[in-house]
């Protein structure tokens, strides 16, 4: 069965600092992988997802993650983290030609002034 | 531009008192799902509905019943609450349910308490 994990449930990080989320995953498969982030009290919005096209995949307000498959890992990373960015960010799996996701426990990124 | 409607945001209930979660979308979506938000847990899949008139169990049914009459809206209920029914049910739905193509619009959550 798959699964994820998500290695920190916690990130703070200053204002301008890189960002690294990072995500493992477990798939007897080739699997399709998400990046969903929620703000508070807001629905959650996907931000990138990888489909086994390209490893490196670009998602909205400049995060990217790369598919690693020999280290079954899916990190997030942002160059240069900003107030906005304060939220939880969830990573999630999908082995089946489905939409049946399985969700990470989510990181809660704080960004720091 | 609406996308996923969830009411209400907020209820209390007591031990044994009944509810309906009323989600509403209007992006003409195929699939609709509910899912349950716990601290530390991610989000867990309740129900779903692949369709009009359609529904299946997800990960965590127990306690729960669904309803699509509607192809727009997606209700959940809770017959006779408990308090380990108390959580964050968020409504999704996607227009397809290819895992390549396929991504959820999540409505704003709804606040449940059992008392």
């Known amino acids: 069965a798959q699964s994820v994990t998500q290695l920190d449930s916690h990130v703070s990080v200053s204002e301008g600092t890189p960002v690294l989320l990072r995500c493992n995953y477990s798939s007897s498969y080739s699997p399709s992988l998400f990046w969903y982030v929620q703000h508070p009290n807001k629905g959650l919005q996907l931000l990138l997802k990888y489909t086994s096209a390209a490893t490196l995949v670009k998602g909205i307000n400049g995060f990217e993650a790369e598919f690693k498959k020999s280290e079954t890992s899916f990190h997030l990373t942002k160059p240069s983290a900003h107030m906005s960015d304060a939220a939880e960010y969830f990573c999630v799996v999908s082995e089946d030609a489905t939409n049946k996701l399985i969700f990470g426990t989510g990181t809660l990124l704080a960004v720091q002034p | 531009n609406a996308g996923v409607t969830q009411t209400p945001k907020f209820r209390v209930l007591k031990t044994g008192q009944s509810m309906t979660l009323l989600c509403a979308q209007d992006?003409?979506?195929?699939?609709m799902y509910w899912y349950r938000q716990d601290p530390g847990m991610g989000l867990r899949l309740i129900h779903y509905?692949?369709?009009?008139?359609?529904?299946a169990k997800g990960e965590v049914p127990d306690g729960y019943n669904v309803s699509r009459l509607k192809k727009q809206n997606f209700l959940l209920g809770l017959e006779s609450a408990a308090p380990s029914q108390t959580s964050v049910y968020f409504c999704a739905s996607s227009y397809s349910d290819r895992r390549d193509t396929g991504e959820l619009f999540f409505g704003e959550g709804s606040r449940l308490t059992v008392l």
């Open positions: 992006m003409n979506h195929e699939y």
């Open positions: 509905s692949v369709g009009e008139g359609t529904t």
